[in-house]
């Protein structure tokens, strides 16, 4: 009978290895459905979490092309305002050019009709000047070289 009561109690007895073979494989069974609805879990709430950050992030970048939009509308109307006011500088600056250059010509002929007239009063009141003194140092001269002949004649 201790045989039988042996078998019975090993058969009883459930083998220690099969025991911790099934304890393992509904660990890991129990770990996977435990990682699984974890995981499912997770995936819902990102999703959730995704939605609304990507309204959240459509609307930053919605808000940030509109700035952008008006940033670039205010830089070209700032452009356009100073090629405006380039423009019409450039204008005025050629304008104020142009005026100089005509008012130094008209100048520069005026002082060219003004030399010319006073060289020729001057040309002609040296001339005149001249005969003046020169007239009466000729007839002294052609007086002397006269008599001289007439001296050098008689002898």
């Known amino acids: 009978m201790s045989k039988e009561k042996n078998s019975e109690k090993e058969s009883g007895k459930e083998n220690p290895f099969l025991k911790g073979w099934n304890d393992f494989v509904s660990g890991i069974n129990k770990g996977f459905t435990s990682f699984k609805t974890s995981l499912e879990e997770q995936s819902v709430k990102n999703k959730e979490a995704f939605d609304k ?3 959240k992030a459509n609307n930053f970048f919605k808000g940030i092309k509109n700035n952008w939009d008006g ?3 205010k830089w070209d109307d700032d452009i ?5 006011e380039n423009k ?11 005026k100089n250059v005509e008012k130094w ?7 060219w009709n003004d030399g ?5 009063r ?11 003194f020169m007239v009466p140092i ?3 001269f052609i007086v002397i070289i006269f008599v001289l002949q007439k001296v050098f004649d008689f002898f």
């Open 80 to 84: 356009k305002k100073v090629q405006l």
């Open 138 to 140: 000729l007839i002294v």
């Open 71 to 73: 940033q670039l509308q």
């Open 116 to 120: 010319v007239k006073s060289w020729n």
């Open 53 to 55: 950050n990507k309204e």
């Open 122 to 132: 001057q040309m002609i009141k040296g001339s005149y000047m001249f005969l003046l």
């Open 88 to 98: 019409e500088q450039w204008d005025a600056k050629k304008e104020q050019f142009v």
């Open 105 to 111: 010509q008209q100048q520069t002929r005026e002082d």
